[in-house]
């Protein structure tokens, strides 16, 4: 009998396995019923940018107000907007957060599978219909740039990149979303639609970052999260630990006026991300790890209708978890 391989060697070779079924299953599960709800309509869901004038022509409904031309439009007493030849060829950049605090899920679903769950559905969604996705993977530093790709092999790649067990981290040093946006902003050289898929737990300094992403791209912030991280249930004397840092905190959750505390900071923290996500001109979409993928994936494709037709979109949120904009 033939010595067995060393573990590590099991798990490499077992990874290509089961992120070939993971997109298998998103494919048969999310994907096909995806396309029936969407019956068709990807030219509103992933649509590229004008880029030459082709023709005017009397304003509709469900016009985008911003191509109306307005001279035209006083000549002719009726409102006129412009058309163009559309560049269909889109190009999608995913900007990943897989630092220590994404792999957490208070059941049995962690943020990390959450956000590998969006992106292939995604990923896929993009690559079959003619457009190019790449992405930039960001451990402790970023430690993968993707070239953008258009295949089904390629989704795959992006996946099993995103799955490899990443270097620990060094010296206790947290999450700096400052350094994954900048260095994509250097990457990313023509307008591309980019997806910062993050908890958003990160020193502070990106917020201006991700301004200056926005200026030039189309950009959607998918924020990760887990219910236990909005409201601290009674589970007694309880060791908080810093997935990043290792610090450790004893905490008597017992006591109501310390989970007080607890969703008080926690609705600041989401009022401050809403703030700065205002601020810096992007959209956010929110993931919480009991989410429903196909869900989220319709959320999104109405945050790009609206984004289309000149309105912009609050946060869109998993319903189930957010009654008008605060934690159930």
């Known amino acids: 009998m033939p010595p067995r391989p060393p573990e590590p060697a099991r798990a490499a070779a077992t990874a ?11 494919e048969w599960t999310v994907l096909r019923r995806l396309d029936g709800l969407l019956q068709g309509d990807y030219r509103t869901f992933l649509r590229g940018d004008g880029v030459d004038l082709a023709d005017l022509r009397e304003y509709q409904l469900h016009d985008d107000v911003r191509h109306i031309d307005w001279n035209v439009t006083a000549r002719m007493q009726q409102p006129y907007v412009r058309q163009f030849h559309e560049d269909r060829d889109l190009t999608a950049w995913f900007l990943l957060d897989l630092s220590g605090s994404v792999d957490f899920g208070s059941d049995e679903v962690t943020k990390l599978a959450v956000s590998a769950g969006f992106v292939a559905a995604l990923a896929r969604v993009i690559t079959r219909h003619g457009n190019r996705a790449g992405a930039l993977l960001y451990g402790h530093e970023v430690d993968t740039v993707l070239p953008p790709g258009a295949s089904r092999t390629h989704v795959l790649e992006l996946l099993q990149r995103m799955r490899a067990p990443r270097p620990p981290v060094k010296g206790g ?11 994509a902003d250097g990457v990313m050289r023509r307008r591309s639609l980019v997806f910062v898929v993050s908890d958003f737990i990160s020193a502070p300094g990106w917020e201006d970052a991700l301004g200056r992403l926005a200026q ?96 912009r979109a609050p946060p869109l949120r998993p319903a189930h978890l957010f009654a008008q904009g605060a934690p159930s």
Do not use: S
């Not at 040093?173 to 260095?183: I, K, M, S, V």
């Not at 703030?275 to 956010?284: K, L, S, T």
């Open 16 to 26: 290509p396995r089961a992120t070939e079924a993971l997109l298998q299953r998103l």
């Open 173 to 183: 040093r947290g999450t700096a979303l400052y350094d994954l946006l900048a260095t």
């Open 216 to 311: 030039r791209h189309d950009v959607v912030a998918v924020r990760l999260f887990d219910p236990l991280e909005m409201a601290l249930p009674d589970v007694g004397l309880v060791t908080l630990e810093d997935a990043e840092t290792g610090e450790q905190l004893f905490v008597d959750a017992t006591d109501p006026d310390f989970r007080a505390r607890y969703a008080a900071l926690a609705e600041a923290a989401e009022a401050r991300l809403a703030e700065a996500f205002a601020r810096a001109g992007v959209d956010m979409l929110e993931l919480a790890t009991d989410d429903d993928l196909l869900g989220a994936l319709l959320r999104f494709a109405d945050l790009r209708r609206q984004r289309v037709f000149g309105r």
